[in-house]
Nanobody, 129 residues
Framework: QVQLVESGGGLVQTGGSLRLTCQTS????????MGWFRQAPGKEREFVAA?????????YSNNMKGGRFTISGDNAKNTVYLTINSLTPEDTATYYC?????????????????????WGQGTQVTLSS
C-alpha cells in the first residue's frame, strides 16, 4: 500500500524557518506532480505549491508568492519538501502533502485538490510569538 508521510512540523517561533518533508512509502511509484496544501483553524484547505517531479517545474499560490515558500523535490526518492521562511502566526495550520499521477503539462491545474490521487495525513505547524 502506497502512503504519503509528512514530517517536520511542530511548534516554531515567529520569524523562524521550517522545512516540511513528504515521503512516499510502500510500493515504488513515480509521481507526476506533488503538492502542498494547508488548512488553518476554522478555514478551508488551500493550495500552497506544486512541483512537477521529473523536471522540477514549480507553481505557487498567489497568496504564497513573495519568496517565503519554496517547494522542491527528489524524484528518485519520491519525496517533496516545503521550506517556509519568516514564519508568521498566520502560517499556523495543518500542512498536507498530495501526489498525482496526472499527465497535464499545465501545472496550474494542480492547484485543484481534485487533481490528486493520494493525500498524506498532515503535519501540524504551530507558531509561537
Amino acid at each position: 500500500q502506497v502512503q504519503l508521510v509528512e514530517s517536520g512540523g511542530g511548534l516554531v517561533q515567529t520569524g523562524g524557518s521550517l522545512r516540511l518533508t513528504c515521503q512516499t512509502s510502500g510500493r515504488t511509484f513515480r509521481w507526476y506532480v506533488m503538492g502542498w496544501f494547508r488548512q488553518a483553524p476554522g478555514k478551508e484547505r488551500e493550495f500552497v505549491a506544486a512541483i512537477r517531479m521529473s523536471i522540477g517545474r514549480t507553481y505557487y499560490s498567489n497568496n504564497m508568492k513573495g519568496g517565503r515558500f519554496t517547494i522542491s523535490g527528489d524524484n528518485a526518492k519520491n519525496t517533496v519538501y516545503l521550506t517556509i521562511n519568516s514564519l508568521t502566526p498566520e502560517d499556523t495550520a495543518t500542512y498536507y502533502c498530495a501526489a498525482s499521477r496526472g499527465q497535464s503539462s499545465d501545472i496550474s491545474l494542480y492547484a485543484e485538490e481534485s487533481q490528486y490521487d493520494l493525500w498524506g495525513q498532515g503535519t501540524q505547524v504551530t507558531l509561537s510569538s
